[in-house]
């Protein structure tokens, strides 16, 4: 049996990404409320089952949003995700194209976050840094040009709203 699907089969794949303290984890639960059809997944549950390997990891979830995409749904993983890496999972071919959007928020508040986590302070100047790296290229290292959505003082139906909104415009 010939596992290739045709172009015309294939489906978008999105992924919410952003540093660590943007909001990823916590706008997933609304948007499984207002996306009922689609299947949102936390790229980090794997590293909460002992999976430590990033390629690993994201290879394992583009397979389930193939699986997903074989049974006629779409899907959502919210988590830190780079396009060079995405590009290299086995199943990426699969998809007819995929879609990053940026959960961004200033630094005062991502450092508040993520010391609420008890990261150390290297880890959150970097993390910094990451995000400040995102949001100058979102317009230059992903095509289209990645959105930026800022959790800094939105609630998080009003995140949701905005994430449904971008996925929408590609169905």
């Given at each position: 049996?010939?596992?290739?699907?045709?172009?015309?089969?294939?489906v978008?794949?999105?992924i919410?990404?952003?540093?660590?303290?943007?909001?990823?984890?916590?706008?997933?639960?609304?948007l499984?409320?207002?996306?009922p059809?689609?299947?949102?997944f936390?790229?980090?549950n794997?590293r909460?089952?002992?999976?430590s390997?990033?390629?690993?990891?994201?290879?394992v979830w583009?397979?389930?949003a193939?699986?997903t995409?074989?049974?006629?749904?779409m899907?959502?993983?919210c988590?830190?995700?780079?396009?060079?890496?995405?590009?290299?999972?086995?199943?990426?071919?699969?998809?007819?194209?995929?879609?990053y959007?940026?959960?961004?928020?200033?630094?005062?508040?991502?450092?508040?976050?993520l010391?609420?986590?008890?990261?150390p302070?290297?880890?959150i100047q970097?993390y910094?840094?990451?995000?400040?790296?995102?949001?100058?290229?979102?317009?230059?290292?992903?095509?289209?040009?990645?959105?930026?959505?800022?959790?800094?003082?939105?609630?998080?139906?009003?995140?949701?709203?905005?994430?449904?909104?971008?996925?929408?415009?590609?169905?």
């Amino acid at each position: 049996m010939d596992n290739e699907i045709s172009s015309k089969q294939k489906v978008p794949l999105f992924i919410v990404t952003g540093s660590s303290g943007s909001g990823k984890t916590y706008v997933i639960n609304e948007l499984r409320r207002i996306l009922p059809n689609f299947d949102i997944f936390d790229i980090d549950n794997l590293r909460e089952v002992g999976i430590s390997d990033e390629q690993q990891i994201r290879n394992v979830w583009l397979r389930v949003a193939r699986n997903t995409a074989e049974s006629g749904r779409m899907t959502i993983i919210c988590g830190t995700a780079m396009t060079w890496d995405i590009e290299k999972c086995i199943d990426f071919p699969y998809f007819k194209h995929v879609y990053y959007l940026n959960l961004h928020c200033d630094d005062e508040t991502r450092e508040k976050r993520l010391r609420e986590r008890n990261w150390p302070e290297e880890m959150i100047q970097d993390y910094k840094k990451f995000a400040k790296w995102l949001f100058e290229n979102a317009d230059k290292e992903y095509t289209p040009s990645m959105p930026i959505v800022d959790t800094t003082n939105a609630d998080v139906a009003d995140v949701a709203a905005q994430i449904k909104k971008w996925v929408l415009q590609y169905i």
